[in-house]
């Protein structure tokens, strides 16, 4: 999740350059990202009551983050085909920061089944990288950047 910051902040950064009125939402999801690190860093077997109260996680940014990704869906044109990472450097930024998002989220899944963090911050990142994405093809649209297509080779 500290990578996954990181990457968020730079995409933030060339989202910012550009105007984007998502950056505060970006700023806010660094924000959450910090609350996920401290309940992964705080094992539920093993860690105090205090600080497992001060750690926990709740369903209430996921629902936040649906309603981001149904927000800029709308807005968007129907996927056809499979994209590449592409279309401008704030979308490109988006699309590395999804990539980093996934493998935090298959690292973090391990931990949910054995009991030692909360299910919400796996769900949560799920969730964050459907938005990450949406993100990225929605910054490349109001830029009016070109989303490469994934062509199969013969």
């Known amino acids: 999740t500290d990578e996954l910051r990181s990457a968020i902040g730079?995409?933030?950064?060339f989202s910012s350059e550009k105007g984007h009125?998502?950056?505060?939402?970006?700023?806010?999801?660094?924000c959450m990202l910090q609350d996920a690190g401290s309940n992964i860093a705080t094992p539920l077997s093993s860690a105090r009551q205090a600080h497992l109260k001060r750690t926990s996680f709740s369903e209430k940014p996921v629902l936040e983050l649906e309603q981001w990704i149904d927000k800029y869906?709308?807005?968007?044109?129907?996927?056809?085909?499979?994209i590449l990472p592409s279309g401008?450097?704030?979308s490109a930024a988006l699309h590395v920061s999804r990539a980093v998002c996934r493998r935090a989220e298959r690292c973090v899944?391990?931990?949910?089944?054995a009991g030692e963090a909360d299910p919400?911050?796996?769900?949560y990142l799920n969730r964050l990288?459907?938005?990450?994405?949406?993100?990225a093809r929605y910054a490349a649209m109001?830029?009016?950047k070109e989303e490469k297509i994934y062509i199969k080779s013969e």
Not at 21 to 30: I, K, P, S, T
Not at 73 to 82: D, G, I, N, Q, W
Not at 109 to 113: D, F, G, K, Y
Not at 129 to 135: H, R
């Open 10 to 13: 730079l995409a933030r950064e």
């Open 120 to 123: 919400n911050v796996a769900k």
């Open 88 to 90: 401008g450097k704030s």
């Open 21 to 30: 009125a998502f950056v505060e939402q970006l700023h806010r999801v660094q």
């Open 73 to 82: 869906s709308e807005e968007l044109p129907p996927l056809r085909a499979f």
């Open 109 to 113: 899944v391990p931990l949910v089944q």
């Open 142 to 144: 109001k830029e009016g």
């Open 129 to 135: 990288s459907d938005y990450l994405f949406v993100l």
